[in-house]
């Protein structure tokens, strides 16, 4: 392999020791930098947030850390303000349909506001539902980059393009040859767009690939043949590993750049248990979020969430922690007045920074956060593989 973005850090000490802490010693507070007294007077009442996550299938490990990390918050911080605060489930699935039937009926059954949505289909399938209802959504995964001019919907977590705009500009800078290698899924073109925007010059179309109008093999047999530096790889789950696998095994040895969702949360096992750990060390993928990011909010959380959970904390639980901490904010910045949906969106707006455990991050105006990439490769941290940061890529949003 070669030494293009060779590790800066091996270790995060003050991760492991916080980790071993007692609940009783971290106060919510602490965690989320809410004031969870709430105001000592004021209008009382219920306030019902919708949460609509997978629940089966491939993406029920994205949607049970959404909802550990939702949870999480809710449960550390009752009440928002003067009011409790009741979630109410509903099942995403893989057609848009069912899933906008879902919202359907959490908007009949009157939710103040809702949270989750793995799928960025899910949410070109809902836009036009959620606008109309006026009711703020606030989406725990992936924005499509097409998602534009709307304003009840916002993200607590990425647009699809920017993994690709932040290791586009890293490799860039950094004069390594590249070739593309993609899919005709809606994750796959966003993050190719958004690599091509970062890359920032051109790139030539034999060194861009895409899997379904070419095959595998003859994809592999043509990076042999150019020998890049790195090899951009918009791929995830089976795809990109059976990609990861022939290319692997005709001898390329290329760096492997992907977005983060290639070896994030469980998907890391899923790829160590595939490929063996000796070719899945050495990945490289671009997350606005790692679990041994060194600043105190990541280090309380990820200690909570370990103790409370039982498991690494991922961007997906991440993102649930944040959705319900803006929606928390928004509500508790209503003070007197009744929290409608309407009240609450136009609340979202004016929190400003937020405290988050991947940094400090705030809405911009498209109504996704700005905030900071990390590069991270797949190597020991500790006796296990894990998704290590090797340094900070860029500020997008």
């Known amino acids: 392999m070669s030494e293009i973005g060779k590790p800066l850090v091996q270790r995060r000490t003050a991760l492991r020791a916080l980790g071993g802490l007692a ?23 219920t306030v019902s947030i919708g949460l609509l996550i997978p629940q089966t299938d491939e993406l029920k490990a994205i949607g049970s850390d959404i909802y550990d990390g939702f949870k999480l918050y809710t449960d550390l911080n009752r009440p928002f303000g003067t009011y409790d605060v009741t979630i109410v489930q509903a099942e995403e699935r893989d057609k848009p349909e069912e899933s906008k039937a879902a919202v359907d009926r959490l908007i009949k059954q009157g939710v103040s506001a809702i949270a989750g949505v793995a799928l960025p289909e899910t949410l070109l399938a809902i836009r036009d539902t ?3 209802a006026h009711i703020p959504l606030i989406s725990a995964h992936q924005n499509p ?18 993994p690709g705009v932040a290791l586009g500009r890293y490799l860039q800078a950094i004069g390594a040859s590249v070739v593309v290698v993609g899919n005709s899924e809606l994750t796959s073109t966003d993050a190719v767009a958004g690599f091509h925007e970062g890359y920032a010059k051109a790139i030539p179309k034999d060194r861009v690939f895409k899997l379904g109008t070419q095959t595998t093999s003859s994809v592999v047999s043509s990076i042999e043949g150019l020998k890049p530096d790195a090899v951009f790889c918009a791929l995830t789950g089976a795809t990109g590993l059976a990609f990861i696998k022939v290319l692997r095994g005709a001898g390329v040895d290329a760096d492997l750049y992907a977005p983060g969702d290639l070896t994030e949360g469980s998907a890391l096992d899923t790829v160590i248990g595939s490929l063996g750990e ?10 606005n979020y790692s679990a041994d990011l060194s600043n105190a909010t990541n280090q309380l959380f990820a200690s909570r969430f370990r103790a409370t959970v039982r498991r690494t904390p991922s961007a997906y639980a991440v993102a649930g922690w944040d959705a319900a901490q803006a929606l928390d ?15 609450i969106n136009a609340k979202l707006g004016g929190l400003g920074q937020i405290t988050s455990p991947r940094g400090t991050i705030a809405f911009n ?17 500790g ?13 997008l949003g």
């Open 23 to 45: 609940l009783g010693g971290l106060t919510a507070g602490a965690v989320s930098g809410c004031d969870t007294a709430g105001s000592a007077s004021g209008p009382t009442g």
């Open 365 to 381: 105006q498209t109504r996704t956060p700005l905030q900071k990439w990390y590069l991270r490769r797949v190597m020991k941290d």
């Open 383 to 395: 006796p296990k593989l894990a998704n290590v940061t090797v340094r900070s890529l860029a500020t």
């Open 278 to 287: 000796k070719t899945a060390a050495g990945i490289y993928t671009a997350m």
């Open 130 to 132: 959620v606008e109309n």
């Open 145 to 162: 980059n097409s998602l534009q001019s709307v304003l009840f919907i916002w993200s607590s977590s990425y647009v699809g393009r920017e």
């Open 329 to 343: 904010k928004a509500i508790r910045a209503c003070g007197e007045a009744q929290p409608s949906r309407d009240l």
